[in-house]
């Protein structure tokens, strides 16, 4: 079974930056395109960065040039830099597989993060 582990979510002020981690079981990442995912109160959860196998990443406009989404195969683990962060990226963030998102999977607990202005 996949699993998969949010952190790094906190409070910043307008500008600030953070880091976000989700260690992910087994081979996943090498295999499998990862996705990062927000929600913020009273909207849909959106796709804020996506990381395919061989390394190409996916941005929306949102927060093209702010997110960079990476990974490290080694630690298992699927990284998300947030900088220049603004007050509408408040949210709760998760990390998953696409292909289980779009076939409708299962969602983690996420790392809250909240920006103040």
């Known amino acids: 079974q996949v699993q998969v582990v949010e952190s790094g979510g906190g409070l910043v002020q307008a500008g600030g930056s953070l880091r976000l981690s989700c260690v992910v079981s087994?081979?996943?990442?090498?295999?499998?395109?990862m996705g990062w995912y927000r929600q913020a109160p009273g909207k849909q959860r959106e796709l804020v960065a996506a990381?395919?196998?061989?390394?190409?990443?996916n941005y929306p406009d949102s927060v093209r040039g702010r997110f960079t989404i990476s990974r490290d195969n080694a630690k298992n683990t699927v990284y998300l830099q947030m900088n220049s962060l603004k007050p509408e990226d408040t949210a709760v963030y998760y990390c998953?597989?696409?292909?289980?998102?779009?076939?409708?999977?299962?969602w983690g607990q996420g790392t809250q993060v909240t920006v103040s202005s």
């Open positions: 998953n597989l696409v292909s289980s998102v779009l076939r409708g999977g299962y």
């Open positions: 087994g081979n996943i990442i090498r295999l499998n395109t």
């Open positions: 990381i395919a196998s061989g390394g190409t990443t």
